[in-house]
């Protein structure tokens, strides 16, 4: 036992794992969750089916790191930015955008992946992703209302505000690739002062904004965004 023990633990072991999860995303990805069986995942490492099983249970064991990897992680780090209450919340708020830009750029496959399978989720992989985007969407609310409270911010409705930055942040995954004509770190930067701009206070304006007021800053963001994709 402790020898097989010591072997988990080792530097082999641990890239064999990130093999066969590497190789299982890819797999999903192209196949969904329910069109990949086991053997699939053993026939693109090459491995026999028993020997994979010495590294994995089973797709939901794998579905459910993907989970973990992709969802704990960014609520985990979003959460202690949204903490830093020594930043000013439009600070946090980029942080916070570049944060998810970055991620969905790097791991764009996997985002994507999640998205297509949710119908798919084991139950305890389902519970996590949910509450890990819950956890993600507070956060980013939690500063939003700050910054209005602070008047950093306009008085719109913080969670309408954050679920539209989470929508942008999210497609990053569909339109940015890399090696493409974009650069992921521009990109990071543009977005999240887009994201801030689309809601900071005017200054020496006090009134709630207008439908008009409104209109006229989704277009002005609009143009920024079809300026990006252009180049």
């Not at 069109?35 to 459910?64: C, E, M, N, W």
């Not at 602070?150 to 090696?179: C, D, I, K």
Request: a negative charge; hydrophobic letters at 45%.
């Amino acid at each position: 036992m402790a020898e097989e023990n010591s072997k988990r633990g080792g530097t082999r072991w641990a890239l064999m794992e990130q093999e066969i999860f590497d190789h299982a995303t890819r797999l999903f990805a192209q196949r969904g969750f329910s069109g990949t069986s086991f053997q699939d995942i053993a026939d693109a490492v090459g491995l026999t089916r028993p020997a994979l099983y010495h590294y994995v249970k089973s797709k939901d064991d794998l579905l459910a790191k993907l989970v973990a990897e992709v969802t704990v992680v960014a609520a985990t780090d979003i959460g202690e930015v949204a903490k830093q209450v020594e930043l000013s919340a439009a600070q946090r708020l980029r942080d916070i955008v570049q944060l998810l830009v970055r991620r969905q750029g790097e791991q764009g496959e996997r985002f994507r992946l999640l998205l297509r399978s949710e119908a798919d989720l084991p139950e305890t992989a389902a519970a996590a992703y949910a509450e890990n985007r819950r956890a993600v969407l507070r956060s980013l609310t939690d500063v939003i209302e700050q910054g209005v409270a602070q008047g950093e911010f306009r008085p719109v409705s913080a969670t309408v505000a954050a679920l539209g930055t989470l929508g942008t942040v999210n497609w990053v995954a569909w339109w940015y690739h890399a090696g493409s004509q974009f650069d992921l770190d521009a990109v990071c930067s543009e977005l999240a002062e887009m994201a801030v701009h689309s809601i900071a206070a005017e200054e020496g304006r006090l009134a709630a904004p207008t439908p008009v007021d409104v209109l006229r800053n989704v277009r002005s963001e609009l143009d920024r965004l079809e300026g990006l994709l252009e180049g």
